[in-house]
């Protein structure tokens, strides 16, 4: 029997424990500050147990960090300093750079594996918790060769069971790439939002005439503002880099509307569907 505690209990927490939970081999444990999560996560019978963060430590061979990115970099040392030496922590954060920095020089560094799941919803908290949220999705773990072979292997297993398919990268690659392709998503979706809730007073014309387009566009927007502020502000750099060449691309949607240049919007519209060649390589 196999003791994983993960600390925070949301929606990557909380699917992580659900799957894992199912499972005969592992025994569960859940750490979160907030008492209405912990309470919740025992509810829907996602852990076996909720300890303190102690307790966690020292149960624990593997303890799974799955709280907001703009926490990680303060706690990740202090739970080093804590674990024994054959204890495995993992983080699931959205960014990666600013975490391995804060524990570069660490003397138990190698034990530690920087991973990223691609996998989520727009919902948050215990009760958004999901089976099979990670089987077929990718992980991406950074700066393996910091990482001790054993601590490697252990991290490995873990996301086999979970049905992930591990890629690796750099955390600076790592962040440059989420950055343009999952961060700035999630940003464009905020400000559709705002734009809508800003130009359409009549919330019923929203709701009513709303199609599957906006629903898709506009779905990440449901996202918890707290985790996605926290991403933003830890990767800003290079999303600060995305809203740029994305405002130039609006900005030539807006020139061509202005002139009526239907040749110039066709010619973007179908550029821009080269896209569908590109996802359909998943």
Known sequence: MMTVAIIGLGLIGGSIAKDLKSQDHFTVLGVDNNQLNAQKAVELNLVD????????????????????????????????????????????????????????????????????PL?????????????????????????????EEKALATALDLFSTLGLHTSYLSSSEHDKHMAYVSHLSHLSSFTLSLTVLDIEKDESKIFNMASTGFDSTARLAKSNPDTWAAIFEKNSQHLIEAINIYEHYLNEFKEALKVKDKSKLLDMMSSANDIKRVLNKK
């Open 119 to 147: 996998a989520g919803t727009e919902y948050s908290g215990p009760t958004a918790a999901i089976n099979d949220l990670f089987k077929n999705k990718n992980i991406i773990i950074c700066e393996k060769e910091k990482s």
């Open 49 to 116: 147990k909720i300890v303190s963060k102690e307790e966690a430590f020292k149960l624990a061979l593997i303890i799974i960090l799955a709280f907001p990115v703009d926490h990680m970099e303060s706690a990740l040392p202090h739970i080093l300093d804590l674990i024994p030496s054959d204890t495995v922590v993992i983080d699931m954060g959205s960014t990666k750079e600013r975490i391995c920095l804060s524990v570069a020089n660490h003397p138990k560094r190698g034990q530690f594996v920087a991973a990223h």
